[in-house]
């Protein structure tokens, strides 16, 4: 039983340990700045921008087309050639960005007519970026037929972060921050590429990923404080069922004594307290038996000696003796009355030869051998009474004798 209160105690201090580490762990990275922004990540804004972009152009257009956003780090607007091709029959709005750049370029393209040179067309393949619009399930071999190049500065895309400070001067920097924007086109006017974002709802896009991270760094500071809410609550039981169990040795144990020490000590040095205090009990009950006995024959004795006296001044003496009560002086005032002034007297013999018994019985077979012997001196006399215990004395070495030889046969 005790090393099951040990390793609940050990398993409820443990999960509570958890608790806290995670509890803190996820304050820190929930409330620091520092630490919070690293773990969401870098914003992608050309990538939420493209994003707005290119679902912008599939709502404009429908299902007719294929609008594809795709991150492209290397080539840029500039170094693709336009063609021009007459009557294009089918059109695919690609949406190229680029994070280091910070770079938009919008790429309209043509299918390559039959029986066109391939010189600087390319081949778009279902599974490329992200389609937003009209699917197709072969690669297409295309070229370029329109070019839209913006650079948006820092100014702007700073106020997209998730920390921005949002007020009219950081607004009015960015307005003045200058887009770079480069068109070359053989098909489509400029104007036809002019799409508006949201500012709010792109910053919301930008931020997302920060509020997926707050949200699972909540639910962990939650978890955390149930979690050291249970280790308290099975701790505490724990404590109380435990208390429970030392109120049969009669002993208390702190609640700080509980969690520091260990239980199967505190519980073995309870035990041994309280066995302890039985054994002592036990002595001063068997000391308070031989105590009544011896008085109670001395008494007897004195008694006898007041009938036997003649003297009226003596059995004065002797019966204010007796109202007394007091052993030593009973003791005392029989051996005057018997002239044995020099020898002890037969309660003491008696009890001299009792301590004799000891070794070779337990103490409930010990009081008995007294009360019966006492009880054989006041009614027949001290040689009874010793032939009594002599006799037992002989018995009980016996059967100790035969109980060694039985072990040691059992041994051999």
């Not at 336009?82 to 750049?101: H, K, M």
């Not at 370029?144 to 998730?162: C, D, E, G, M």
């Not at 950081?170 to 006017?189: H, I, L």
């Not at 030869?353 to 337990?362: F, G, P």
Request: charged share 25%.
């Amino acid at each position: 039983m005790i090393e099951s209160y040990q390793e609940k105690k050990r398993v409820y201090l443990l999960l509570s340990l958890i608790g806290t580490v995670l509890l803190i762990l996820s304050l820190c990275l929930r409330a620091i700045p520092p630490i919070n922004d690293t773990i969401s990540g870098k914003p992608d804004y050309m990538r939420w921008i493209a994003d707005r972009v290119a679902r912008s152009i599939a709502s404009r257009f429908g299902d007719e087309a294929a609008v594809i956003a795709v991150r492209n780090e290397k080539t840029g607007c500039r170094h693709i050639a336009d063609v021009t091709v007459p009557n294009p029959n089918a059109l695919f709005y690609v949406v190229g960005y680029s994070e280091t750049g910070h770079s938009l370029c919008f790429l309209t393209y043509a299918r390559l007519p039959e029986g066109w040179d391939q010189t600087n067309s390319l081949v778009l393949y279902p599974k490329m970026g992200r389609n937003y619009g009209q699917r197709f399930e072969r690669p297409v071999r295309v070229v370029a037929v329109s070019q839209l190049q913006i650079v948006y500065p820092l100014a702007y895309l700073s106020l997209l972060r998730w920390r921005a400070k949002i007020d009219p001067s950081s607004f009015a920097r960015a307005t003045q921050a200058k887009f770079e924007r480069w068109f070359n086109s053989s098909t489509e006017p400029a104007g036809a590429l002019d799409i508006e974002i949201e500012f709010a709802s792109l910053r919301a896009d930008v931020g997302r990923n920060h509020r997926i991270v707050n949200r699972v760094l909540a639910a962990a500071i939650f978890a955390a404080i149930l979690l050291i809410m249970v280790a308290a609550y099975g701790t505490w039981t724990s404590y109380t069922a435990f208390r429970a169990f030392l109120v049969r040795y009669r002993r208390q144990v702190g609640f700080q004594t509980y969690l520091r020490q260990d239980l199967s000590i505190i519980a073995s040095q309870a035990r041994q307290a309280y066995q302890e205090v039985q054994k002592r009990a036990v002595e001063e009950a068997r000391a308070a038996i031989l105590f009544k006995r011896s008085k109670e024959a001395i008494r007897g004795r004195l008694e006898s000696l007041l009938n036997a006296l003649s003297d009226n001044q003596q059995k004065l003496r002797v019966q204010e003796c007796l109202n007394r009560g007091n052993l030593e002086e009973m003791k005392s005032l029989t051996l005057q009355l018997q002239g044995q002034a020099g020898q002890k007297t037969a309660e003491e013999k008696l009890t001299a030869l009792l301590d004799t018994l000891k070794q070779y019985c337990s103490g409930e077979e010990f009081d008995r051998f007294c009360i019966e012997a006492f009880q054989i001196l006041a009614t027949t006399g001290f040689k009874e009474a010793r032939s009594f215990v002599v006799e037992s004395h002989d018995q009980l070495r016996a059967r100790s004798k035969e109980l060694e030889e039985e072990e040691t046969v059992e041994t051999e």
